[in-house]
């Protein structure tokens, strides 16, 4: 029985940390896209892909093909993206639909936490980025979406999500919340 873990959150969030010691911790694969934009522009020795559509469009498709071999070979998977909104996250769901357990997981964090953690790490978001981000993130929790966006990510029966787990990064440790906090 495979299953995906797809993990949800904005930049800073710690989304990468949690997802490295969650899949290791229980032998799961580890699928950063981060790793897939370094490896690239090493390979065609450039300083930075990101913002280049042709480079970005070449890693992406890359990226899913290699977590299309690891579903189709029956591995469990984290996939390690920020996946932030509603049709980005289903997406994952439609391209990917032979693992036999889709969950989503969030990481939500303040904004202090998030500023910070940006700051501390080797490829910093400029802060008009982090804002722009922030504008456009809709949450999978009940506090901060629309009636609509609720229903889409978790009605019955069309709920694709077998489980929407929360964690809240507090000071970089991750507490896992309580299920009453889902819709």
């Known amino acids: 029985m495979s299953k ?88 994952f769901i439609d391209w990917f639909p032979d693992f036999d357990e889709h969950n989503l997981i969030y990481i939500a964090v303040t904004e202090e936490l998030r500023e910070r953690n940006n700051l501390s790490r080797g490829r910093v978001v400029p802060k008009d980025e982090m804002i722009r981000m922030r504008q456009e993130f809709e949450e999978p929790v009940e506090f901060n979406v629309t009636v609509f966006a609720v229903q889409y990510e978790y009605s019955f029966p069309e709920r694709r999500w077998d489980n929407v787990i929360v964690y809240r990064n507090v000071d970089n440790n991750f507490i896992k919340c309580e299920e009453d906090t889902l819709i």
């Open 4 to 91: 995906m873990f797809l993990m949800c959150g904005l930049s800073g969030a710690g989304k990468t940390t949690f997802a490295k010691k969650f899949a290791k911790e229980n032998g799961y694969i580890y699928a950063g896209i981060d790793d897939f934009y370094a490896a690239y522009a090493k390979e065609n020795n450039i300083k930075s892909p990101w913002s280049d559509p042709d480079a970005s469009f070449k890693v992406w498709i890359n990226y899913f093909q290699a977590i299309h071999d690891l579903e189709q070979d029956g591995f469990d998977v984290v996939i390690d993206t920020n996946a932030p909104t509603f049709v980005k996250r289903q997406q």
